[in-house]
């Protein structure tokens, strides 16, 4: 569960930058600042109108900046994230003596990450597919 916060336009913003709703949801869990500020959240009970004059009534989740910009922040965030873990892992591979059940910790470590990674790409791909969007591949 993560807190972020829509501004008037329901645009999402990682920090309350003052005068914004702060709004508890699962939906950017695992997910870095810049990709979360491409979105725009309508929360249950609330509409908003579009330009154009069509109106999308919440729960809603939609990007308001080209995915393919989103997904490359995201991407990038989680690369840097494994240098991170790796690192960390490396400290603690040189600190610790070998011990099977270290190393079964560590690789039980990386792997519920690496789950959670799949699970949240997984959910992009689903809410692109409700959209009908799809997604460059690169």
Not at 2 to 27: M, P, Q, W
Not at 54 to 68: C, Q
Not at 100 to 113: K, L
Request: charged content about 25%.
């Amino acid at each position: 569960m993560r807190t972020i916060f829509i501004d008037a336009d329901y645009k999402c913003h990682s920090t309350d930058l003052g005068g914004l709703t702060a709004i508890e949801t699962n939906a950017f869990d695992g997910m870095c600042d810049a990709y979360i500020k491409g979105y725009r959240f309508v929360p249950a009970g609330k509409t908003w109108r579009r330009e154009d004059g069509v109106e999308f009534s919440g729960e809603m989740l939609a990007p308001w900046k080209p995915y393919v910009e989103l997904d490359a922040a995201q991407r990038s965030y989680e690369a840097a994230q494994l240098v991170a873990y790796e690192n960390a892992l490396a400290k603690i591979e040189a600190a610790a003596a070998p011990s099977v059940s270290t190393y079964s910790e560590i690789f039980t470590s990386i792997t519920d990450r690496a789950e959670a990674v799949v699970a949240n790409i997984q959910d992009m791909k689903a809410a692109l597919a409700l959209l009908d969007v799809q997604p460059e591949v690169t």
